[in-house]
Structures are given as C-alpha cells and as structure tokens.
C-alpha cells in the first residue's frame, strides 16, 4: 500500500517563505518523477515543480526563480522550497510520484493549504 504524506503548509504573509515536505511509504522499485501539483476551487489542478528520478527539474513559469524543489529518491521523498510567496500562491499542493512497485503508477497525497494573505 502506498500512501504519501505532507507537511509544511499554512498562512504566510506575502513575500514570506515555506516548506513543503512528502515522504512517500511503499515498496517502489523505482522513482521516476516526484512533483508537486496546486489547485484552487474551479480550476484544473497545475503542476508546479516536477524532478526526475536523474535529477533533472521544471517548473511553472510562475514560480521559476522563486520555488525550488528537491528530492531524495532512496527516502522516497520531496521538498518544495517556495520564496518570496504571493497571494496568487494560495492554493491546496498536493505532493506527486510517478513510480513502480510492479507496474508503473501514479500516486497523490491528501494535499496541504498554502495561503499567502496579509
């Protein structure tokens, strides 16, 4: 059974910083990609940062210069390390992994809040 768990989020006034933290439990036998993903109400969940299991990342345009993400396969965990935080930040992150245990799958944490308001 997988199950991803998240840490990190709350209310952080704008220009301020927080860190998401996933720590994915399971038998994988190999990480492909971990990410993190946002979505507010009435909109399609986004991809915010992805990392591959070789290290290589990409991030939404939005958050270039401003987030960093990391990760640690042999954990099976990731960070997000979000700076200089707006209000258009606001949104439930859910922590991502694309992985095999016996087949390819894709596996989703429960999400954490991130309000960014004064």
């Known amino acids: 059974q997988v199950r991803l768990v998240e840490s990190g989020g709350g209310l952080v006034q704008p220009g301020g910083s927080l860190r998401l933290s996933c720590i994915a439990s399971g038998r994988f036998a190999s990480i492909n990609r971990m990410g993190w993903y946002r979505q507010v109400p009435g909109k399609q969940r986004e991809l915010v940062a992805s990392?591959?299991?070789?290290?290589?990342?990409n991030y939404a345009q939005s958050v270039k210069g401003r987030f960093t993400i990391s990760g640690d396969n042999g954990k099976s965990t990731v960070y997000l390390q979000m700076n200089s935080l707006k209000p258009e930040d606001t949104a439930v992150y859910y922590c991502h992994i694309e992985a095999r245990i016996n087949l390819v799958a894709e596996y989703w944490g429960q999400g954490t809040q991130v309000t960014v308001s004064s």
């Open positions: 990392i591959t299991g070789a290290g290589d990342t």
